[in-house]
């Protein structure tokens, strides 16, 4: 089993910051591609933030300049440093990578999501 947990979310004032985190566990040979996807109300899932397995980094217009993404290899884990951050940026925030597991099977998994508000 594979498992993506995310932590970090929460309430904050419109031009805050918050850093969310995402471990991947279990029964994982690699990983490629790690990323981030939110969804509002009423809206479709987007993608926020991807961190590809040749290091490369592709972000949401709406994010740019705001928003980091970062990865530690070593830890499975992946982050996004989220500044300046606007009522519009509210949403839940779902970790995905694509994993090969052990026995060489490759999915895309997604965490349970994160609820980030933005509000005075």
């Known amino acids: 089993q594979v498992q993506l947990v995310e932590s970090g979310g929460g309430l904050v004032q419109p031009g805050g910051s918050l850093r969310l985190s995402c471990v991947a566990s279990?029964?994982?040979?690699?990983?490629?591609?790690m990323g981030w996807y939110r969804q509002a109300p009423g809206k479709e899932r987007e993608l926020v933030a991807t961190?590809?397995?040749?290091?490369?980094?592709l972000y949401a217009d709406s994010v740019k300049g705001r928003f980091t993404i970062s990865r530690d290899n070593a830890k499975n884990t992946v982050y996004l440093q989220m500044n300046s951050l606007k009522p519009e940026d509210t949403a839940v925030y779902y970790c995905n990578a694509r994993i090969t597991t052990l026995q060489r099977f490759t999915y895309d998994y997604w965490g349970q999501g994160t609820q980030v508000t933005v509000s005075s």
């Open positions: 961190y590809t397995r040749n290091l490369s980094t």
């Open positions: 279990g029964n994982i040979f690699s990983i490629d591609d």
